[in-house]
């Protein structure tokens, strides 16, 4: 199956594809400079929180490698110029700063041990690539536990895109569908738009188009009728934010979508890495919500649809653990009491990108 | 209260607000000419069903008024061929078709007793402006009616535009709110844009603005998500057609609505004339879907924002009558078992299109 990549580590260097040109225009950029990726962060080329911790590391590794250094002195003093370029592009994104705190880990680790200029460059550029493999790996692992709740036939829902163009692996909720449908289940996505950014819209039906998932593009209302009409199999989304109880914060939409699965009988999973897990905050109610500006909702590729009158853009929403049939993640599947079941899966993790800004994990 | 009235007669014409081109222009027509009136109804210059109504009575009097003949028989056998020309703009219209036969039995009535030309001009005339009166009327009642269940203060949300723009009159679920408002009551509108075709961002907000009611915008998967953290302290819809037992086809995402109100607790009203009664049918399963041109999904004003994929556009949806606390009409308030309550309703109504058309009214 087509799997399309946001990101990929080149010889000729980091190559993007940019998200903001689709569905209209497929184009890639080559990056050469890490100022570059870091602009391309920051203006959202690449977008959804795995792929961007891939593009730091990307970045970091591509400063490292193509830098004037002719010493391992000179290169250790402008290293953290080069991360602190690329941790100024997004401000709330954990996997960020989660991969530019492994790239510098591994880098002072390098360094202490006197490698040559050569090898620090090259050992860079392995981590960074092995931070795209792990992403990818908990992409597949997601997509094997949660394949069998897909049913044999049918239709199935999504929300938003957590798909392979948000985690540069084959997606969380849209990896859960091509494994499904690789291991032969005949599926047929129903994908609502998601406004206001149309995510649903312009990227999720674009990349189960490319991979040849057959799919329905729905507007956001209409979700119930489906539900009511149609026999949908199954709704798998994905998270932004899974809190100690279940509680998940994902995509504006997404509980409203659970609220009518239960209504309608419908299965609701969650599809999502244990980096998504903060066990710190007990509830969904102590999320906040991001509001965004106004003119997402009033303009749409520059053109006024609304007039100027009050607006509400809050980007996500809570789905209470009540509502939620089962957390599918790398290392297993949570059920209710979510509580027990999300902390034993956490503690058996070792790629989680909290527990390692935690200091949790062995150095690398 | 400041209300946009989308036709209204004049001695110039008939004066139509162009409502394809707001929020963003405000455009009134002057149409001399009864083919422009039928050419504006069939390009939606104006829309909704009993303003549709109200176009096509005011057009047909316009082509009596403004008519070349010299003689009554004269103007009878030109007669026809005005009427056709309306009913030939909107096949599905059930409003225009009978203001047609209104205008027509009128007419009859008005040749049959030999009137003179100016007489019969006048007094079609009055004719369709008597229709736009008594939309006016069924609005008001409604308003009345309905404020009562409107909160004293607080959040109210619609869905779609049930309003001046779309009765000619007050609204009906506007209606009721433009009433509860007069009468004191601090209410403020949560708007759903309604996709695909924005009549909530395009109409309502702009509508509501204009007459300086509250309001906030909000996309159609925002519903749940304010219902859970916000106090909405009702809904009141529209509706298209109202089946026997109470089932309520309306605007498409109605359904989800009311699916969402029920599960927050919130009052969920149909706020409708007993023209959109049909008693013909028992349930709302008997009534079919219109399905929609998928390029009102896929583009928005001619840009495109989303890949060829396969899109489903049902331009409605059937709200079960279990949903609905209460229908509210001109004549008063139905509550379940709508059975019952409807047809009490339906039968003490005397300016129902549907009864019109059944022959159940006395000739005017």
Known sequence: MNVAQPIEWTSQGVVMLDQRRLPGEVVHHIYTDYRDVAAAIRDMVVRGAPAIGVAAAMGVALGVERSSAATLDDLRAKFPSICQTIAETRPTAVDLFWAIERMKRRFDQLA???????????????????VHAEKRATDEAIGRFGAEFMPAAGKVMTQCNAGALATAGIGTALGVIRVAVEQGHKLHVLVPETRPYLQGARLTAWELHEGGVPLTLITDNMVGHFMKTGTVGAVVVGADRIAANGDTANKIGTYQIAVLAREHGVPFYVAAPISTFDLTISSGEQIPIEERPADEVTHLRGVRIAPEVAVANPAFDVTPARLITAIICER???????????RRLAESASHSPRAGTAGQRSAM
Chains 1, 2 share one sequence.
């Open 112 to 130: 202490t041990a006197n490698a040559s200029l050569d090898a620090v460059r090259s050992a860079m550029v392995e981590e960074a690539r092995a």
């Open 332 to 342: 297993g599947v949570a059920r209710a009491p979510y509580t027990e079941s999300l």
